[in-house]
């Protein structure tokens, strides 16, 4: 969130941020104090003063926004059963996960997709490659540029409705704790952090057996099932039920969550049977490459 210092504001406290008057301050919470927004300008971050700022409103950030809400909001439905909200409707929001950032959450067909807004100093925003100054710029760019990888979703304002007013900010929450949009699951898992440089190709289902018998609510059988892949990239876990693993490391995989996130479990490079003990979960699909079908255990 972009804010125009109205004054000049020399710090008292240690923790404070220095700033000059007409220049651009980047809110990153908003509910530090009752006074004070914390904000960030050129690599420094610090408290600063609300009355010295102007923070021009933006329909699509709702602040104190849960993830839950933020699906409420974008999967509501009229009278008749129809979505109210097209594809790319979003709202901005502070991550539950990670205190200070933010994420951005957009309604695509009868999901509700989350994407994190990455930091990295001395001051750029992203969410795949692209960098940018602002979040405000970040949004503006994939109004035109899709937010999704290969697929076109283009983010759009949301459209005016009974239970939450005109405007993303507008009305609290009063709707239901959790109205969700892929059949009894709570959304769609955050993208894991990106990179740049890897593609990925479409390779004919093989004929190996489909790796469980029965899957976690959330997870089904795809194309993919049975096919073999290898990470490109360390990846470190965030949650208990991912799977981390180092580069080369080779992965079966079991099932899709979404296209983002894949269940797989971890084989062994010479035979292509699992690892004992087994070690098996959930990992972003960016982070490894698909391997020919005859790659894997000698098939």
């Not at 923790?15 to 006074?35: C, H, K, Q």
């Not at 699509?60 to 594809?87: H, M």
Request: contains cysteine.
């Amino acid at each position: 969130m972009e804010a125009k210092a109205l004054h000049s504001f020399v710090p008292e406290n240690s923790d404070e941020l220095a700033f000059r008057e007409g220049s651009t301050v980047y809110i990153i919470n908003m509910d530090e104090e009752p006074s004070w927004y914390r904000g960030r300008q050129n690599g420094k971050e610090g408290l600063v003063p609300k009355n010295y700022l102007r923070l021009d409103p933006n329909s699509w950030f709702v602040p104190n926004c849960s993830r839950l809400e933020a699906e409420a909001r974008l999967a509501e439905k009229d009278l008749t059963g129809n979505y109210i909200q097209p594809d790319g409707a979003f709202i901005l929001r502070h991550s539950e996960n990670n205190p200070g950032s933010f994420s951005i959450s957009v309604k695509e067909g009868v999901f509700v997709l989350h994407f994190r807004v990455f930091y990295e100093e001395p001051g750029s925003y992203f969410i795949w490659t692209s960098k940018f100054s602002s979040i405000n710029k970040l949004i503006d760019h994939h109004r035109h540029s899709t937010i999704y990888g290969l697929r076109t979703l283009l983010l759009k304002d949301c459209i005016r409705s009974e239970n939450f007013g005109p405007d993303g900010a507008g009305s609290p929450y009063k709707g239901p704790q959790a109205t969700t949009v892929n059949n009894g699951n709570t959304g769609m898992r955050n993208q894991a952090a990106p990179f740049s440089g890897v593609s990925q190709r479409s390779i004919p289902r093989t004929d190996r057996a489909p790796a469980v018998a029965q899957l976690p609510p959330g997870l089904q059988t795809s194309d993919k099932t049975g096919h073999i892949c290898v990470a490109l990239f360390d990846f470190r876990p965030d949650f208990t039920e991912e799977m981390g693993f180092l580069r080369g490391d080779m992965i079966e995989i079991l099932a899709e969550e979404d296209e983002n996130w894949w269940l797989g479990r971890m084989i062994n490079h010479k035979t292509g049977l699992p690892l004992e003990p087994l070690t098996q979960g959930l990992f972003p699909s960016n982070y490894v490459k698909m391997l020919p079908s005859n790659s894997a255990g000698g098939k």
